[in-house]
């Protein structure tokens, strides 16, 4: 059976993304080619200069031409002259709510070669998983002013949280840990049901429920501050951790500089449903101040191609990357900082490439 090429559509997007993006497809094409599988490259022009030249962000039928692929890579969004808040909200979070990637999918894992700021750590322990629910809670855009610019000014943003959004999520988180299936086999949920007695209390029944699914799984609880603190301290004893939006978007911040900094951290946006489309990105921003001095680390884009590749039924072909990423930051990179790699960002591209065939 001849399965038809995998359709992917690629927003390079601002500063450095293009860079970035560029070293991914570069890998992207040399696996294909060794793992014999056919796909397709449709370049999509949004950003930030484009919304500054025609005051779109999505173009219309942007959103029906991603739901015609079966995959999305992001480089970066952010530019200096648009301001925050625009293309993050206009572009990234309408995606992600528009395509229901419902769930935010964020390996971190130190690679051979990569620093910790963590003394005394090594790949051994830092390997876990972090499952964000990608679609409610704070991120909803639920709220409003009253009386605004008055001194009795009143802001209410509420937080929204569903059984189905929820469940969807931890179910996933699931199935995810059976798979993943390490020795450890547990999944740790991080809320705040201290405090939070209303949505955190949705989030830790539905948890015991659907756990009674999963009897192999072992379960644990974690307060999201109390994560905060053993992520640093005994980074080791997670192994997937499932977690409400907002709490996510904090603590994947936290583990990837664990992990070695946005360098290397990568991400993916899932539907996992029937037809759902999925886009993966680099963690990092579009770094204005670096663009086209070919000093970015492509790292994670090239990690984030690997995930798209690995969700998009090419395991073996992410493998692949993941061990010739491995063997290039632990033997050829000076550092995952840009501009102290070592080599250009395009050759670090060309190194993975010839690790490939190691
Ligand atoms: C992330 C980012 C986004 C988020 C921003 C850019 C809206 O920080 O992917 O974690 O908060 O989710
Ligand atoms: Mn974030």
Redesign the pocket.
Known sequence: MSASPLAIATIAGDGTGPEVTAEALKVLEAIAQLEGFDYSVEPLDWGGDRYLRTGEIIPAGGLELLRSKDAVFLGAIGHPDVPPGVL??GL??ELRFKLDQYI?LRPVKLLPGVETPLAGRGPDDIDFVVVRENTEDL?CGVGGFLKKGTPDEVAVQQAVYTRKGCERCIRWAFEYTRRRNSPKKTLTLVAKTNVLTFGHDLWWRTFQEVARDYPDVTTDYNHVDACCMWMVKDPQAYDVIVTTNMFG?II??LAGILQGGMGVAA?GNLNPDPGGVSMFEP?GGSAPKYTGKNVINPIAAINAMAMLLEQSGQPQAAARIDRAVASVTGTKMKSQAAGRMGHGTSEIGDLVVAALSE
Do not use: R
């Open positions: 993050e909200k990234l979070l935010n991120y978007d994947t911040d991400g963690m």
